[in-house]
Each structure stands twice: as C-alpha cells, then as structure tokens.
C-alpha cells in the first residue's frame, strides 16, 4: 500500500491594501466614478490639440520642456480667449483616462458653465542636456541628496520651490509662445492655473508669487510641505510655510479650490499632506479668501479630485464676463459664517 502524503494547501496570503502614498499613508478606497460631464458626450463639438511641441528655457539655463496646447471648437481668433496652465499636462490628455479633461472642457464650455479657454497644458522640464548650468548642478546635487531621478528632481526644483522662477517661466517663455499662435487674454481675471501634487503648490505659488497675472487655482493633493525647504539657501521658503504666509503676507486677489483626503501621504522627509492641506484651507478660510475645500478619504492619487473636476472649474469661472478684465474676490457669505475645520483621529 502506497502512503501519498499530501502537503496541506496553504491559504492564500492576505492582499496588501494599495497605499499610493507609501506605507505612512492611509489605504486608498475605491476610485469615485467619473460623472457625465466628464466624459465625451453625443453632439458636443471638440477641440483640437496640438502635436507635442517643446520649448528651450533659457530662465531654467537650457532645460527643454515638453508641451500641447488645446483650442476649444468655439475659439474665435478675433476674440481673445482665456487661459489655462496645467501643470504635469500629459497626464490629463486621455479622453478615456482618470482625469480627462479634454472631455470636461468641451462639455462645460458648451454648457455656458465656463468661458472659452485655451488650456496649455505642460509638462516638467529636463535639464539632462545642459550638464555643468546652475539649475543642472542643483538638481543634480537634489537628486543624489534624496535618492531621485534627475528627470523627478528637475520636477520638484520647478514645482515646489517657493519663488517667483516658474512664474517666470510661464509668463516670460511659454505662454508668449502660444500667443505667437493664438489670441490670449493678458488680464488675471482671465488666467486660471492647476495641478495636483507637487503640480498644486506650483499652481497656488504661481498665483500667490503673481496674483496680478493668475488668479484663479485648483490644487488637487497640493504638496505644502518641505520638499523644497533650504536646498536653496538663499531662499528661506518651503511649502511647508504657505499657511503662515496667508495669514501674515498682504491678502492676494485669489479664488482657489483646494482639494485633498484623509488618506494622503505623511512622509518622514517632508511631513504631512492631509494636515497641510487643512491648514492652507483655514488660514484662507480666516483671512477672507475666496476659496473651496474638499476632503475626502482619498490618498495621494488624482482620483477624487477628477471626479468633481466639472464642480471645480464650474465654481473656479463662475460670474466670468469677458466684458470684465477684474473682480475683487470675497469670500461667500455662506462660508464666512461657518466655523474652521476641525480635525479628529479616526484609525487608533
């Protein structure tokens, strides 16, 4: 008689609950839906985008950045049209993908519910190709103090570096050459800024550095900590003060929407997305601003704030009169009577 001696069958191991912000974030809870609005709707006339195109930085000491530009169907060259900068701008380029918003700005544009806008949306640079510049001897130094690749370092010495220099960028180089090729609006009423991530605080300082040239922000998971802080020791900044200086800097004509969730990211170099992000919201909310905050229980991922990009933008542009080259923000009587936000521990 033969003994057949069967080894148990082992249970399968527990799957690790996805953390896109690292194993100090919380777990990340299904993606909301995307509403209609963002998707492609029957009927509804679309844009064209360019090609890639690509620009030389002569401010970033030769760093090359990589850009498109989208032109809704009802551009009328004879009537300038807002503008729109989206930072990390590749990645909202799929129609079919998590933060489409080719989609959403055809539909709201359509709807009436936001003006014209000519949105460029831009990627971050690579200074691979200027070896022995400045910038590329910072971001070099960067990316081996922190482990980072030079392509992500360059990144962060754009985005979340508390200055006036991606301003620069932006308003010296890039959009005056999109406007070689299409009527824009000059005035900041008419010039809208967002990103998520490190793409967020870029989009908050380009407004809060020039308020007189971009005065309206969505920051989606903004980074307001201290990626930045004093690698640059001539500037004594980091995200990490952006509450403060709200509270204590001269009030800036801004309308901005702030968005982040209870699962984002607390970083051991950095320090902490969800705190930060409630603490930008109550230093606008104390001083008057003209401002949105949404907290969900995402982590740090696009999803939630794709997922109410159409409210967002609705809200960013709304009482927009192209007639108009300025509006004082006020805060919303609404908002002005309720209290800050409060916060508690909710996992221990």
């Known amino acids: 008689m033969i003994t057949l001696h069967l080894a148990a069958q082992q249970p399968a191991p527990p799957s690790t609950p996805p953390r896109p912000g690292g194993p100090n ?32 930085s002569q401010i970033y000491d030769g760093m090359v950045s990589d850009y498109w530009v989208y ?46 806008v000519i949105a460029i949306f831009t990627n971050p640079g690579d200074i691979s190709a200027s070896p022995n510049t400045p910038t590329y001897n910072f971001v070099e130094a960067f990316s081996k103090k ?9 990144r962060s010495t754009e985005y979340d570096t508390v200055s006036d ?10 959009i005056p050459e999109v406007a ?30 020039r308020p007189d040239e971009f005065s309206r922000v969505i920051s989606w998971i903004g980074s307001f900590t201290a990626i930045q802080w004093k690698e640059d020791p001539a500037n004594p900044d980091g995200g990490q003060d952006y509450p403060e200086k709200i509270l204590r800097e001269p009030h800036h004509n801004v309308r901005v929407w702030i968005q982040d969730g209870n699962n984002d990211q607390e970083n051991p170099n950095y320090g902490s997305w969800p705190l930060a992000n409630i603490r930008i919201a109550n ?13 969900g229980k995402g982590p740090h991922s696009q999803s939630e704030g794709a997922a109410e990009f159409a409210d967002e933008l609705t809200w960013l542009w709304r009482g927009y009169d192209p ?14 009577t309720k209290p800050p936000f409060r916060v508690a521990i909710v996992n221990r």
Request: charged share 20%; glycine share 8%; hydrophobic share 35%.
């Open 323 to 336: 007639a108009k080259t300025s509006e004082t923000y006020t805060q919303d009587p609404a908002e002005a």
């Open 71 to 116: 032109v809704p169907a009802q551009y009328d060259a004879k009537k300038p049209a807002a503008v729109m900068v989206f930072q990390d701008g590749e990645g909202y380029l799929n129609r079919k993908g998590g933060h489409p918003a080719l989609n959403v700005l055809d539909n709201l544009i359509a709807a009436g519910k936001i003006p014209v």
């Open 180 to 209: 070689k090729h299409y009527s824009l609006r000059t005035d900041a009423y008419s010039r809208a800024i967002t990103g998520s991530s490190s793409g967020g605080i870029c989009s908050f300082n380009a407004a809060w550095q």
């Open 25 to 56: 974030s919380g777990i990340a809870p299904p993606p909301p839906p995307l509403p209609a609005e963002l998707l492609q709707q029957p009927g509804v006339p679309t844009g064209k985008l360019s090609d890639r195109l690509n620009i030389r």
């Open 146 to 154: 922190w482990s980072r690749t030079l392509k992500d370092s360059m």
């Open 283 to 295: 230093a606008l909310k104390l001083k008057g601003y003209d401002f949105q905050f949404t907290f």
């Open 165 to 174: 220099r991606y301003d620069r960028f932006l308003l010296n180089e890039l």
